[in-house]
């Protein structure tokens, strides 16, 4: 039997001071250059400091970095398959050297810990990306942050903890590993099975986490994840919320409910194997691995998963004689309407009736407030999404526009917005890369650096816009294909967001020259100019492609309306 006060590598790390000592170097760390930790940063540092990592003891060095990445090892030989590592810019790394010091602050300025300097390094972010996720194409959540998201420069060192951060959310929920250990043995609890979920919980659920509790004869964790997970995922507070209402449905004496802050990375295998790691440090004796549970799910572009199904299960029980905690391999459930019972597909016998929801069904279902069936869900979970996924007609959205200067975009936007006000309903913003520069960002340049920054502040207020059930119209340039992709993710999961490509050709554009911007592009007087000597990346995947040389303002604004009624966002006046 595990013992459920192993931890992985043998030791439960506690990296905090005591509190004279953290008083100490408080004080100190007012000389030290200071780093304002990113909020998945935020979640590695927490992990780091209450042992949740263990054993490491610090963002990795070099030599750690370098045998993860490849063997899924640290520099001793322990098992460790995801790189936990400090991304800064160039700037910041220019500032400090090895032996030097950090502040490692929250958002607000908070000092959670200082990091002694070690390794300081510029990865290579391919091999990386290749290595870990298996795939260099940033059509993959975690690639395309790791490619476009990450810091050029890697700092590896020592940490000292100086107070753990403070979640304002849900404190009953929040345990570190050494509090879920004492829960456990004041329980009398020896074996735990922990599940994993960065999902809604449904019916299916309680089934899988039911059978692998009747398997291990064990009591049963349920410990989602509750820190960054994959752009367009359901909040972790509304998702708190769903759990809360299904915990009610678990016997209360064999189940407990903790919440994760972890970052997930959505590295299929790797990632699995890492959170059984993670559990283990808990203090759980078993963990549930499903059916690709650690998955980004398919690759919208080339129509399959980036990970085969069962990928994960083999990777962890491949390395179960190095773990202290017993994997539990489960297979997919499915419903077999004559039974009124979920079983494995396995088991389906022939004439049965094999009922499915996929995610992408249930998710249409919710926008247009179609019936869910009592088969799939409880009915407080679907209300509970309901009231925080209203249809499409209530919720707030942002239409996108983008292409070169000249081509008619502004014009096309607002067109657009007394359209949009003529229905009305919901408030309609404008935000036109004029006005914007004008009004936000007017201490701009046109760098590459100050253009993705001008877009991104567009970006924030148009999401602000639509969290709040507004409408917002932005008519940027947007050149590159990157900062758009950060802006879509920045606002779908709040809204709707709908990238119309204006796709009017340069040529077109230059003869309208309006402004005599391109004449001075030429002239080598307006440097680094979209469409003259400096690139627009056009887009791949938009929703409407516009092209202003077979249409006016009013007839291509009329097609973005006729889009936007085809999506369900707007609806005629009844």
Sequence with gaps: MIHPIEAHGGILKNL???????????????????????????????????????????????????RVVT???LNKGTLWPIPITLDVSEAFAD??????????????GVLLAVLEVGDVWRPDLLHEARRVFGTDDDAHPGVFHLLHRTGPVYVGGRLHGIEPPTHYDFPQWRDSPRELRDRFVKLGWRRVVAFQTRNPMHRVHRELTLRAVQQTEANLLIHPAVGATQPGDVDHYARVRCYEHVLGTYPEQTTAFSLLNLAMRMAGPREALWHAIIRQNHGCTHFIVGRDPTGPGPNLQ??????????????????????????????????????????????????ETVLHLSSAEFRRRLREGLEIPDWFSYPEVVAELRRTHPPRHRQGFTVFFTGLSGSGKSTIANVLRVKLLELGGRAVTLLDGDLVRKHLSSELGFSKEHRNLNILRIGYVASEITKNGGIAICAPIAPYAATRRQVREMIAPLGGFIEIHVATPLETCEARDRKGLYAKARAGVLKEFTGVSDPYEASEHPDLVLDTRDCTPGEAAQRVLLKLESLGFVRGRS
């Design 16 to 66: 905090y001071l005591n509190a004279a000592e953290a008083a100490s170097l408080k004080i100190q760390a007012q000389e030290y250059p200071s780093w304002d930790l990113t909020p998945r940063q935020l979640c590695d540092l927490e992990l780091l400091l209450n042992g949740g990592f263990s054993p490491l003891d610090s963002f990795l060095n070099q030599a750690d970095y370098d």
């Design 95 to 108: 500032q400090i050297g090895r032996g030097g010091r950090v502040a490692l602050r929250d958002a607000e």
């Design 71 to 73: 063997e899924m090892r």
């Design 302 to 351: 080339q129509g399959q998963a980036f990970y085969d199904p069962y990928a994960a299960q083999r990777l962890a029980l491949r390395h179960q004689h190095e773990l202290g905690i017993q994997i539990v391999p489960l297979p997919e459930m499915v419903y077999a309407r004559e039974r009124a019972q979920y079983l494995p597909s396995s088991e389906v016998q022939a004439g």
